[in-house]
């Protein structure tokens, strides 16, 4: 005899929407100014370490390597500023690449010993992406 009623299979559970990264259409500004941060970082270090050599050892060479390790930090810093005034987030258009005192989206990227500013310069030049710290969506360079 033919079976009237059959089951249907099990479906999967609905998951939760998830929003997709978005391209962001200053791309490239937004790159060069985390270039420009990123590089801001080594000047910095170049300057410590020729800090210290200098304490250390003395001498003409650690003082010159530390003086341009500052000068580096300071013409990256302040390039990358002019470059980032006008680079804002398309949803919510807060600032990208600079910080204000408001509070910062649940969702935003922090690696614990670093600002949000570093950490979405860190999430960018090593993945591409970010994450706007104050709506907290998604973003991706490439199209």
């Known amino acids: 005899m033919k ?3 059959q089951a249907a299979e099990p479906q999967p559970l609905i998951s939760p929407r998830v929003r997709k990264a978005r391209h ?3 791309a490239g500004r ?3 100014v985390a270039l420009l941060l990123g590089l801001s970082w080594v000047g910095l270090m170049l ?3 020729g800090a210290m050599a200098l304490w250390q050892a003395g001498g003409s ?5 530390a ?3 500052l000068l580096f930090f300071t013409l990256g810093r302040a390039a990358a500023f002019v470059l980032s005034r006008h680079l804002n987030c398309t949803l919510c258009h807060g600032p990208v690449l600079q910080e204000k005192s408001c509070h910062k989206h649940s969702e935003a ?3 614990p010993p670093l600002s949000y500013r570093s950490s979405t ?5 090593t993945s591409a992406a970010f994450r706007c710290m104050y709506c907290g969506t998604p973003y991706r360079l490439k199209k």
Not at 61 to 65: E, F, Q
Not at 121 to 125: A, E, K, R, Y
């Open 61 to 65: 060479l650690p003082g010159w390597i």
């Open 30 to 32: 937004i790159l060069s």
């Open 3 to 5: 079976a009237t009623f």
């Open 109 to 111: 990227v922090r690696i």
């Open 47 to 49: 300057f410590l370490g």
């Open 24 to 26: 962001h259409p200053r």
């Open 67 to 69: 003086l341009a390790g």
């Open 121 to 125: 310069v860190l999430s960018l030049l």
